[in-house]
């Protein structure tokens, strides 16, 4: 993720608005992403899969959060409306 520790933005789609934000720690990354009614998305979350947590669960098991595959070193998740923080920790390089 090079210099850059942290993000946000926010795109007016005709469902409603679509937020993304999130914030680096060390190796720690919070992501706070929120998706407007009768609208799904693919949420890529970079990191281990197996240390991904939504809302302080695993991932895998969280509500409305279905786990698609890996790509590279990113996790993607399929999301209902709503609203979801994803959080992982980020290998060393």
Do not use: C
Request: no cysteine; proline share 6%; net charge positive.
């Amino acid at each position: 993720m090079g210099d850059i520790t942290w993000a946000k933005a926010t795109y007016q789609s005709i469902h409603g608005p679509i937020v993304s934000h999130w914030k680096l720690d060390g190796a720690r990354l919070k992501m706070n992403v929120t998706i407007p009614a009768n609208t799904t998305a693919i949420i890529h979350v970079p990191g281990d899969k197996g240390t991904i947590q939504e809302s302080g669960q695993p991932a895998a098991h969280a509500p409305g959060v279905k786990f698609l595959r890996v790509e590279g070193d990113r996790a993607l998740y399929e999301v209902g409306s709503g609203a979801y923080t994803f959080e992982s920790t980020l290998p060393r390089s």
